[in-house]
């Protein structure tokens, strides 16, 4: 059994359609890119502070496409480079003599404002889509 559609106004329905796409990703590359820096700003709060170097260089970004990355994606960078060493900690180290040289805990910041931001950022970024949906069924 074979079902056969038939579209009135294909063509005004493919426009939409082709439409549709750059409308939803620049939506999408907005909503992207505020929950980014609305996680860095959480970071924030949670970065121990020594000389705040750490909690300075932290910044919402737009990553670019790359052959590798096809899409633009946004992303909470903190550019210190003992940023990573912070958040995950370090095992115990030793000299060639094996005295201790000592360890250091981790420090979780940025995972952490992460979790907490999830649900927010995804309730945008739905919402971005449902916007750029609505924008396109109108014209």
Not at 103 to 120: D, H
Request: charged fraction near 30%; aromatic fraction near 6%; charge should be positive.
């Amino acid at each position: 059994m074979s079902v056969r559609v038939r579209y009135a106004r294909k063509e005004r329905l493919a426009r939409k359609l082709h439409a549709l796409a750059p409308q939803a990703e620049r939506e999408l590359t907005e909503a992207a890119l505020k929950g980014a820096r609305e996680v860095v700003d959480a970071a924030k709060k949670f970065v121990p502070v020594r000389d705040g170097v750490l909690r300075d260089s932290g910044a919402g970004v737009l990553l670019p496409e790359t052959a590798q990355r096809q899409r633009v994606v946004a992303a909470a960078v903190f550019r210190a480079p003992h940023a990573h060493l912070v958040e995950f900690g370090t095992a115990e180290r030793f000299h060639k003599s094996g005295k201790s040289v000592g360890s250091a805990p981790a420090q979780p910041f940025l995972f952490p404002a992460y979790r907490i931001m999830k649900r927010r950022i995804k309730g945008r970024m739905s919402r971005a889509i449902t916007k750029s949906l609505k924008a396109v069924a109108r014209a």
